[in-house]
């Protein structure tokens, strides 16, 4: 089969299209012939070697963290898919490789495909739609009348956030650039932030949760728009000693870890309000629960620009060069 695979860290050179051996597949798997997978800011950050330290993958390494396709086989203790079933899902993060013509993937990490969407729309959500669930439902047990802000609402994982939040009942606001702001209105948002005029945290105060994708200053100034016992989720902050925990992490990577976000813990902890970072992780079973809000139009995805499976690195090349107008960046293989 072909697939794009990462021969060495560090950046874009270190990667290249090859022909590579079909998938085994073990006794839960399915093999799903992929119809399209979508680009993450996450392939890059693997791909450049950031996670090598708690992902220490084995290379050559095919990329790619979601997909929609046809199941062309399945293992004999496979129970809830059959041949010809089209599904959409994320790979467990030890069994990436989506940016190939076929992945063997573990059962309960497949959901069906949404009857309402097309396999591009589907590869462009399970990462960040998971993300997405796993912040506002999993963690932060968003309630009707919540306020919660949403960071990059225009964003692939900001899109899908804002509309979960909605369809949860919240008051939702959300930041995005001049240019995308009827978008994320559009998308459910009750007040959205130009946050190239505006600042939000002069604007935005006593609320319940922040979903920050951004890190850095961002997530700094989110916490003091918290109200007492409010949360801050990260994606792009530093990791902190819960997730390392969860990692199985050795005690060196463990200490590590719990140094990074010691400034920001403190500095939640002085305002009465807490921080977490998330990893997401693979699930089939939420992403059914998540299909009935997709099926009503409650959730919509949103595709920038589709690429021909010949030009996964130029897909890569466009996300990473920041020219993603909004939403995501998927690869079709039809």
């Not at 708690?54 to 963290?65: D, I, K, T």
């Not at 399945?74 to 076929?102: C, H, M, N, Q, W």
């Not at 909605?166 to 932030?193: F, P």
């Not at 190239?196 to 945290?201: G, H, K, L, P, V």
Request: charged residues 25%.
């Amino acid at each position: 089969m072909k697939a794009f695979m990462v021969e060495k860290y560090g950046d874009a050179s270190g990667m290249r299209a090859a022909e590579m051996p079909d998938p085994q597949v073990g006794a839960d798997d399915v093999l799903v012939e992929i119809h399209a997978a979508s680009v993450n800011p996450l392939d890059m950050r693997i791909r450049d070697g950031d996670f090598k330290a708690f992902m220490p993958y084995r290379l050559p390494l095919v990329l790619g963290n979601d997909l929609a396709g046809t199941v062309v086989r399945t293992g004999p203790s496979v129970t809830r898919f059959a041949v010809g079933d089209e599904v959409y899902g994320r790979p467990d993060k030890d069994r990436i490789g989506t940016f190939a013509e076929l992945l063997a993937v573990h059962q309960d990490d497949l959901a069906p495909k949404p009857a309402a969407l097309t396999m591009t729309e589907a590869a462009s959500l399970p990462l960040v739609a998971l993300t997405a669930w796993q912040a506002l439902v999993e963690r932060a047990h968003v309630q009707p009348g919540q306020k919660v802000l949403i960071h990059a609402g225009a964003g692939g994982l900001g899109s899908v956030a804002v509309q979960l939040a909605k369809a949860l009942g919240a008051h939702v606001a959300a930041t995005a650039s001049t240019a995308k702001t009827g978008l994320v209105k559009e998308l459910g948002a009750d007040v959205v932030i130009d946050y190239r005029t505006q600042d939000f945290a002069e604007l935005l105060d006593d609320y319940d949760l922040v979903l920050d994708s951004l890190g850095g200053d961002n997530l700094a100034k989110s916490l003091r728009i918290l109200r007492p016992g409010g949360q801050a989720i990260s994606v792009a902050g530093p990791p902190d000693p819960a997730f390392a925990r969860e990692l199985g992490a050795n005690p060196v990577l463990r200490l590590a870890m719990t140094a990074l976000s010691f400034k920001t813990r403190c500095r939640a902890k002085r305002l009465g309000v807490t921080y977490s970072f998330l990893f997401m992780k693979a699930s089939g079973a939420q992403l059914r629960e998540l299909t009935p809000l997709i099926d009503a139009g409650k959730i919509r995805p949103v595709v920038d620009r589709v690429f021909p499976f010949d030009e996964t690195l130029q897909a890569m090349e466009y996300v990473e060069k920041g020219r993603t107008k909004a939403g995501k960046v998927v690869v079709s293989m039809t």
